[in-house]
């Protein structure tokens, strides 16, 4: 336990930014999920409106510094890579 008080503060705002931190983290990680989903199931106007949306919501992690902004860069481009292929193998199958 914290024995000043200043640690003690320290203490609650570090739960305090975890807890926020962590809900962010899923939120981005459910997004791309959602992204790459829609693609592989062929659903192209829902797939680009996901993928736009986890890009952003992956950018603004980055620039809260909830993530490091090279692992936001890195994961937008794995990102990338990954919806232009899901996109092009559903469209090769029609």
Do not use: C, W
Not at 42 to 63: H, L, N, Q, S
Not at 65 to 82: I, Q
């Amino acid at each position: 336990m914290p024995t000043t008080s200043s640690a003690a503060k320290r203490l609650r705002q570090s739960a305090k930014k975890r807890l926020h931190n962590r809900i962010t983290k899923k939120i981005v990680k459910t997004s791309v999920r959602k992204a790459l989903e829609s693609a592989a199931a062929k659903e192209f106007d829902k797939a680009e409106t996901e993928f736009r949306a986890a890009v952003a919501k992956i950018d603004k992690a980055g620039v809260r510094r909830v993530l490091h902004p090279n692992t936001a860069a890195r994961r937008k481009s794995k990102l990338a890579r990954a919806y232009k292929a899901a996109v092009e193998k559903a469209k090769s199958a029609v």
